[in-house]
């Protein structure tokens, strides 16, 4: 089987800006997360999906956002970046209803905000 | 709000010494351990997990953690690490209450050879 693909590996952006990620998770898996990653803070959760629904939400301002799509592939959107936004993006899919499965995780898209 | 605690952010070790890395949650429900680890340049990798049963699971390279439902603890460990352990290490917890997986700060580890 494949693994998770996320898309673009890497970003660099201005301020301002709106970036869009994308993550095709493991074939047969409903529920997708994402995190950002920033040394010394580990992974913060943003949030997740199963079967087209967001089912849970990280403390993160509403210029984060996310859908799922049919094909369970998600998509997450920053507007209006902000320097603080650089980070690493990391999408895992799990197989079961329950995000306490097992989550895989992709390589992660690398966003730089200049 | 829950969370996870690693207690070293940085640990260095020569080959062959023993690891142990700490792990504690707060979160008095149902919960789901999992160790990950990143190598440089790779991604995030499963280590072992636990879900119920015996409370000393193992995992892959040699790898064991062991859960102490009165301590809410889960701590790593290996009895000798190797060059190749040289990794970032996290503690992930998933919580029934909002079913969210919180993961720690992690611990990057180098081991000197």
Known sequence: KAGVTQTPRYLIKTRGQQVTLSCSPISGHRSVSWYQQTPGQGLQFLFEYFSETQRNKGNFPGRFSGRQFSNSRSEMNVSTLELGDSALYLCASSEGSSIGTEAFFGQGTRLTVV | ?113
């Open chain 2, 1 to 113: 709000a829950q969370s996870v605690s690693q207690h070293n952010h940085h640990v260095i070790l020569s080959e062959a010494a023993s690891l142990e890395l700490g792990c504690n949650y707060s979160y008095g429900g149902t919960v789901n351990l999992f160790w990950y680890v990143q190598y440089p340049g790779q991604h995030l990798q499963l280590l072992l997990k636990y879900f119920s049963g015996d409370p000393l699971v193992k995992g892959i390279k040699g790898f064991e953690a062991e859960f102490i439902k009165s301590k809410f603890s889960f701590n790593l460990r290996k009895p000798s690490v190797q060059w190749s352990d040289t990794a970032e290490y996290f503690c992930a917890v998933h919580m029934e209450y909002g079913n969210k997986l919180v993961f720690g700060a992690g611990t990057i580890l180098r081991v000197k050879s």
